[in-house]
């Protein structure tokens, strides 16, 4: 039915066989054959098939304790949305207890079956087995993913029923286990969307929608599921920084059992009285919010209403959701920028086939001061730009007759590693940079990229900052940060505590691994939103280029092209526009369904607005 194989139990051969039938999977053995439709054998592991179902079977009469063990695992990786059949091999009281939903414990391989020979006494009605693996991840009662290592040992203990002789679980762990290749079958990571609420008081910019990446059970009703993880609110990773539209307290109306576009693809979600009183631009960013989740699930939405006390409350399409809020970055960049053979801020169009490359306007396209690396600001009229000693960081408007000025920025590291990263903007206009002085290492916010840099407080640091990007959001940063030699990218939370008659304090808080098979990150840019395009080293390994979602998982679907010799890379959160890297080659980019290409042999540091 579908578990792994490596290194757990053996399946029992009833298991082994699946047939379909009008989209249907069933297990020989214990389970009735269909009585009409297309009969053949498929793989116990089905193929992606937002058709096919996988259904457990019961337990068989007189199965043995390893047999119910095998089967309640087998079940467990099926797409019975309750968890139902898996309740067959409990006994009613672990039936009662058991929370399957609490969380998912993800092994690299099925779990191992060991017989617990410790608590296995004389009494013979009784019998306790050990689940074992290397741990993988966990997700969580919220449906957030965090990887995990380690060993895992879990007990599962069987007992023999007095009325009718069966052999049934009656103690387990919590949750569900399962091995990764049934994780990922079963499993697809959707993203909530929330509205940033970490901008500064007074800003005219537009709301910005955050992506929250939870997993759900892709073949069990992913549609329903998101809505009520929606309606639940942000995991507890993201609730500091965004806010919901949604009033407190609202769900589904109780009567609603499964949501199901039309042939148009319109969603109507009737909601609970809760959301009965909100006016018509609150119910537009709820309704903003849902188009933006539900947009990338199958099928897809291109229009929500929302009902509640038994009426329309507003209805919203894709086109106007995105004049509610912003999904990405504001706007789509104009051109892509890097350093030419002058070390001077050049540009082509974004998505361009041609070089053409031409000076920025100002003086940062003049090369009176030549540069080592360069970032413009999301609107693109500013630009950032650090020495070619690293020891500078020069601001300027990007239009003709600019004045450079005096740096912004001045870092007193005694050697080109040990001064400034390459700076990033966030979608508030203010400009992030690290100094990575030894003697004086700090991560630095310049508001407006002008006055003052504030320091920004990140407690869990443990190590050097090596490089910054912001999201387009302004709610997350990833980190590159090195340690004992080790480079790994870290991705934080941008926390703004905002004081009247004061500055405004930011710390980053709450760093986690987002590539953990990696131990040496050289460079990383953000290309989506939940995702990073990044370039590393897993252990014993060759340098690689892949992509890494913002959670730590791994997302589906293959890595860009290999490619030689690559020390930067470039990526925007408009998925639309290409990926560009600084390699061997020069500058280059990577088109859709195309192979790496040259765009300028002499070439450096390139970049998206951002």
Not at 20 to 47: I, K, N, Y
Not at 206 to 222: E, I, K, S, T
Not at 274 to 295: H, I, P, S
């Amino acid at each position: 039915m579908g578990a792994d194989r490596e290194g757990g139990a053996r399946r029992t051969p009833a298991r082994a066989v699946a047939y379909v039938a009008c989209g249907v999977v069933l297990l020989s053995g214990c389970a009735s054959m269909p009585d009409h439709g297309d009969l053949r054998g498929v793989e116990s592991t089905p193929r992606q098939d937002a058709q096919v179902r996988v259904f457990a079977v019961p337990p068989s009469e007189d199965a043995s304790p390893p047999q119910i063990v095998q089967g309640f695992l087998e079940a467990l990786t099926s797409d019975d949305p309750n968890y139902e059949t898996a309740k067959q091999y409990l006994t009613d009281a672990a039936r009662k207890s058991w929370k399957p939903q609490r969380t998912t414990t993800v092994l690299a391989n099925a779990p191992g079956l060991e017989v617990d020979w410790a608590a296995n006494k004389e009494d013979s009605d009784t019998f306790a087995f050990l689940l074992t693996g290397s741990r993988v991840a966990t997700v969580d009662a919220e449906q957030s993913y965090a990887p995990a290592s380690g060993n895992y040992s879990q007990q599962v203990r069987l007992k023999r029923e007095r009325k009718t002789g069966q052999w049934r679980i009656d103690r387990l762990p919590q949750g569900v286990v399962l091995g990764q290749s049934d994780f990922q079958r079963n499993y697809m990571s959707v993203n909530k969307y929330y509205l940033a609420s970490n901008t500064a008081s007074g800003t005219s910019a537009q709301l910005a929608a955050v992506a929250d990446p939870v997993y759900v059970r892709q073949r069990v009703d992913p549609t329903t599921q998101v809505v009520r993880s929606l309606l639940d609110g942000p995991t507890r990773w993201l609730d500091p920084v965004v806010r919901s539209s949604f009033p407190t307290g609202t769900r589904l109306k109780d009567d609603v059992a499964s949501l199901t576009p039309d042939d148009h693809n319109k969603l109507t979600v009737p909601l609970n009285d809760k959301a009965a009183r909100v006016g018509l631009a609150k119910c537009n960013e709820m309704a903003a919010q849902l188009l933006f989740t539900l947009q990338d699930l199958a099928p897809a939405v291109d229009e929500i209403e929302l009902q509640a006390g038994g009426a329309e409350l507003c209805a919203l399409d894709a086109d106007a959701a995105t004049a509610v809020a912003t999904r990405g970055p504001a706007r789509s960049p104009e051109y892509l920028y890097f350093l030419d053979g002058e070390h001077r801020v050049v540009r082509i169009r974004s998505g361009s086939k041609t070089a053409g490359a031409e000076p920025v306007p100002g003086p940062l396209g003049e090369g009176t001061h030549t540069l080592r690396s360069v970032a413009v600001s999301r609107d693109e009229r500013s630009a950032a730009g650090v020495s070619r000693d690293g020891g500078e960081l020069y601001v300027a408007r990007l239009e003709p007759g600019a004045a450079l000025g005096e740096p912004v920025l001045t870092s007193a590291g005694k050697t080109e590693d040990d001064r400034l990263t390459t700076p990033s903007w966030d979608q508030q206009g203010n400009l992030w940079v690290a100094d990575r002085d030894p003697a004086h290492a700090r991560l630095l916010l310049l508001q407006a990229g002008k006055g003052e840099p504030l320091e920004v407080a990140v407690p869990a640091l443990d190590g050097r900052i090596k490089s910054v990007r912001v999201a387009a959001d302004g709610v997350r940063i990833a980190l590159i940060v090195e340690k004992d030699g080790e480079r790994s990218l870290l991705v934080g939370r941008i926390d703004l505590d905002e004081k009247v008659g004061e500055r405004s304090t930011v710390t980053v808080r709450e760093l986690h691994n987002g590539a953990p098979d990696l131990e040496d990150v050289t460079t990383v840019s953000w290309c989506g939103d939940d995702q990073l395009v990044v370039v590393g080293r897993a252990k014993g390994g060759v340098l690689q280029l892949r992509y890494a979602q913002v959670d730590g998982s791994t997302p589906k679907g293959p890595a860009p092209d290999a490619l030689t010799g690559v020390k930067e890379i470039a990526a925007s959160e408009d998925e639309r526009l290409p990926l560009v890297a600084y390699s061997d080659d020069g500058i280059v980019r990577l088109p859709s369904g195309a192979q790496w290409q040259t765009v300028v042999k002499e070439g450096s540091a390139p970049v998206y607005p951002g």
